[in-house]
């Protein structure tokens, strides 16, 4: 009697083991398979919108002026990163961040307008 | 003001012939289209409805000359669809002045976009004008997208760096500046260690007579930095001119006339001929400003300065288009 009860729970908490396993080892969907994704910031009433943009490394980013003036999209470092030409209305301007860090941009004929972007 | 006759103010607190609140009240009602001059070591004001009576000589002083600023050609957005008209309307009200300029003075942004079309445009008005000698410095319209390249190979023979340079006419010293270049994030306008350097070596062995005008495109005072509108280092280009009896400093940038005296310096920012902006903190942004129609060339105008050898200050006289 003792024996037979042994081994079904034996049994039961190899079958409970196994499957525990066979769960763990399962890649999770959709971890390491997420293709870059475009985002998009406005530019309107001299300002950048969203200020402070934060993506996933290897994101493209593309700003399109709405205002009714020219702007420009330049990097603060020191080298420049990126720098756009000047966009007139409705002109767009794209940078892909394919290293994660902390972007800190302005517009180069109107400094007071920045922004950040940071990939991560 | 229309109705205001001739004015003789003769407060002279500091022995120098420069009568400081008589001036600031004369600057104040530049805007409506006063003349104010200095004849004889008295400033005199004349409404422009009078201009009639005056004898053209007496008014004309020795020197005259137009700054016109920020045609923008090449915009076209509401707020003025047509800048090459209204440059044209400014080029007209200059021929129709009643003592000719010798010169116009260009404080910047003469193109909207930088394009070669707009710069060819602009030349091809400018050559309507009955003064054919033009001075310009770049606005930082006119640098983008090349570092200000096309800007010196079109007008900066002769000058130095970024364009900046200086001449005299008259006995008057003029110096150009450029404070458009290399600006920092979250900044003002910049003249830079070298444009600094050179600006003092160039005024070093004048005399303190002799009359300085100083022309910039963005304000060489602080008028609003939350919008950009001032220059970081132009404290330091101002201390070289301490020594001169008078100093004129002409602006642009901000499209509308602001004025302010300190000590010997008169600054003083001209209209745009293309499209009007905002008064500081009176909108969301320095951007155009629409305004209906009839009204647009009643805030679009050119500046007219005469100056009288001997005398202390230049009369400094805005106008309208309309």
């Not at chain 2, 609003?224 to 009896?245: H, R, V």
């Not at chain 2, 004025?259 to 003083?268: A, D, P, R, S, Y």
Request: include cysteine.
């Amino acid at each position: 009697m003792k024996t037979r009860r042994a081994w079904i729970a034996g049994l039961t908490t190899a079958v409970i083991v196994a499957l525990g396993l066979l769960l763990a080892g399962s890649p999770k969907v959709g971890a390491n398979t997420q293709q870059p994704a475009t985002t998009e910031v406005k530019i309107d009433n001299f300002s950048f919108t969203p200020a402070v943009l934060t993506v996933p490394v290897g994101t493209t980013v593309t700003w399109t002026n709405r205002d009714d003036i020219p702007h420009t999209v330049v990097s603060a470092d020191d080298p420049k990163m990126f720098k756009s030409k000047a966009m007139d209305t409705d002109e767009k301007f794209s940078y892909t961040f394919a290293k994660p860090g902390r972007y800190s941009y302005f517009c180069s004929v109107h400094p007071k307008m920045t922004g950040t972007i940071i990939a991560q | 003001m229309g109705e205001k006759t001739k004015d003789q103010i003769l407060h002279d607190h500091n022995n120098d012939g420069v009568d400081r609140r008589g001036f600031l009240k004369c600057m104040a009602w530049a805007g409506t289209g006063a003349l104010c001059v200095m004849q004889g070591g008295v400033l005199k004001s004349f409404s422009m409805s009078r201009m009639a009576e005056l004898d053209p000589k007496k008014m004309a002083g020795e020197l005259s000359f137009v700054q016109i600023s920020d045609s923008h050609m090449g915009f076209n957005k509401p707020a003025n669809p047509d800048v090459a008209g209204t440059l044209k309307a400014a080029i007209d009200k200059i021929n129709g002045l009643a003592t000719p300029p010798e010169f116009m003075l260009h404080t910047g942004d003469i193109s909207h976009l930088s394009k070669p079309e707009e710069f060819d445009t602009v030349d091809q008005i400018l050559k309507g004008a009955s003064a054919k000698d033009v001075f310009y410095v770049p606005g930082e319209h006119d640098l983008l997208n090349d570092d200000g390249k096309q800007f010196l190979e079109r007008y900066g023979k002769g000058s130095k760096g970024a364009g900046w340079y200086s001449f005299d006419k008259k006995g008057v010293h003029f110096i150009g500046l450029v404070n458009v270049l290399n600006l920092k994030a979250g900044g003002l306008g910049t003249l830079g260690h070298e444009q600094l350097e050179w600006m003092e070596e160039d005024v070093e062995h004048l005399s303190s007579s002799t009359p300085i005008v100083v022309f910039a495109h963005i304000p060489l005072w602080s008028v609003y930095p939350e919008w950009g509108w001032g220059t970081e280092d132009s404290a330091q280009a101002l201390a070289y001119l301490k020594k001169f009896g008078s100093v004129t400093v002409l602006n642009g940038h901000i499209h509308q006339t602001m004025q302010k005296v300190e000590g010997n310096v008169t600054f003083h920012t001209a209209m745009s001929t293309a499209f009007p902006q905002p008064q500081p903190g009176k909108a969301d942004s320095p951007g155009p400003m629409k305004v209906p129609a009839e009204q647009l060339r009643s805030v679009l105008g050119i500046t007219d300065v005469n100056y009288i050898q001997g005398q202390h200050a230049l009369g400094v006289v805005d106008s309208t288009l309309a």
